[in-house]
């Protein structure tokens, strides 16, 4: 199960004496000092003005519900930007700009929809960092092959588990991961759309989505000629053993003839 984390930090955070007189007088704008978790399905946890010991809580309690194990530092990205509050939401150099004006529910929903376009770049951050690990790894098999026309160094087996590596790659991507479509939230609750549509661009999701298809396709045709290389030195191998079985038969059947021979011969004398 793939996971990640995004911590989104107010950058007018009032100190600890105001905010406490806030919350007495009851009169203050509790939306620009109130902190949010989002859980999405896909693995990915954004916390909205949130420290760091309760940012250390929230994964605690999520990780008891947590599908699999995280196995490699790979499989985690974490991603910081601030936000501030202001008359037109936007986003530009890495601060988000909510509406001041929005309270309760559309306030919620509004970073709902910053929050879900952050989930999913994290998302592909992720497969990102993935699928340049497995480039690392093959990126001397060419040099290889052109230099000794085989690939030693890896066997039939190990071809098979990269292809399964890159096919659960693409799946991650393309199944389980909603990164190519808007999220259902949208389908009834559309007024946040603009805003979450703006998110989506600025953190440029469709760029690089396109890159990554691109890379995984180059990965797969590599993977594919390596494949074709280890089953031609496969197929050559099967025709020398058939070969050396025939040679051992016709020595066989040359020795029976020639016992039968000298056999005949002895009788003879």
Do not use: C
Request: glycine share 6%; aromatic share 10%.
């Amino acid at each position: 199960n793939v996971g990640g984390g995004g911590n989104v930090k107010n950058e007018k955070e009032e100190d600890e004496e105001k905010e406490m007189k806030r919350k007495d007088d009851g009169d203050g704008d509790t939306e620009k000092g109130a902190a949010d978790v989002f859980v999405v399905s896909w693995g990915v946890v954004v916390m909205w003005n949130t420290n760091e010991k309760a940012t250390q809580t929230v994964r605690r309690m999520v990780r008891q519900f947590q599908i699999g194990r995280i196995k490699t530092a790979e499989d985690v990205e974490t991603e910081d930007m601030d936000y501030i509050f202001g008359g037109h939401r936007s986003v530009k150099g890495d601060v988000i700009t909510l509406s001041s004006g929005k309270k309760g529910e559309d306030a919620v929903h509004e970073k709902l929809a910053a929050t879900l376009a952050l989930a999913q770049s994290l998302k592909l951050s992720v497969l990102e960092t993935r699928l340049l690990k497995q480039f690392e790894e093959v990126k001397h098999l060419p040099k290889e092959l052109a230099k000794h026309g085989q690939i030693a160094s890896l066997s039939r087996k190990g071809v098979q588990k990269l292809l399964g590596r890159l096919f659960i790659t693409h799946t991650d991507l393309t199944l389980t991961s909603d990164l190519l479509d808007t999220p259902e939230f949208f389908w009834e609750e559309d007024a946040n759309l603009p805003f979450y549509k703006t998110m989506f661009s600025y953190l440029e999701i469709p760029k690089r989505t396109a890159t990554f298809n691109k890379r995984k396709d180059v990965l797969h045709e590599l993977y594919e000629v390596i494949r074709d290389s280890k089953e031609s030195q496969y197929s050559d191998r099967l025709e020398w053993i058939i070969i050396w079985l025939i040679l051992v038969e016709v020595i066989l059947e040359l020795v029976q003839i020639l016992v039968g021979y000298f056999q005949y011969f002895h009788y003879d004398d």
